[in-house]
């Protein structure tokens, strides 16, 4: 049996208890979390959500990409969330990954490189997270782009740290 399986089996262990079937599309907190994909960021515990509170988008390193503003643009045009809450974290995968040598490794491995995606590797955490505060504030698309905030997700100990952008 593969891990999918494990999966499917412990899915019903979940539609015994579940209850959300009546939740409402729109967040009820009118928030969206963007963040990384990291396995060890479990972002309803680490912010106290409930199902149906926020929409969550994740992909490699929190960064804010083209994908990302085109998620946001529908969560706050068509299901009205206002604030945006950015969260990274410390021992990224993408912390110091050297672009243009994991670009020639995946072609190297596959006889291509990527041309309509970024590996979007950066240096610092902080330094990542006020750039991609800046590319939302930017955005043509957003309609609030007033209620940004970021933060550090520290892996270590748990904890939430804001980083003023």
Not at 37 to 58: C, K, N, P, Q, T
Not at 135 to 163: C, K, M, Q, W
Request: hydrophobic content about 40%.
């Amino acid at each position: 049996m593969g891990v999918v399986d494990e999966l499917l089996q412990r899915n019903q262990g979940y539609v015994e208890d579940f209850g959300a079937g009546e939740l409402p599309a729109p967040p009820s907190l009118a928030l969206a979390v963007v963040a990384c994909m990291d396995a060890r960021l479990d972002l309803h515990r680490i912010l106290g959500l409930s199902e149906g509170e926020a929409h969550v988008i994740r992909n490699a390193g929190g960064v804010v990409t083209p994908e990302v503003i085109r998620s946001l643009a529908l969560s706050q045009h068509k299901l009205g969330t206002r604030e945006v809450a950015l969260v990274q974290h410390t021992q990224c995968g993408l912390e110091g990954l050297d672009r243009d040598e994991f670009a020639d490794y995946l072609e190297e491995q596959t006889g291509g490189a990527p041309r309509d995606w970024s590996i979007g590797g950066f240096e610092n955490v902080e330094q990542s997270l006020r750039r991609s505060v800046e590319r939302l504030r930017e955005s043509p698309f957003l309609l609030h782009n007033d209620s940004i905030r970021a933060f550090v997700y520290e892996v270590e100990t748990g904890r939430l740290r804001e980083v003023s952008a």
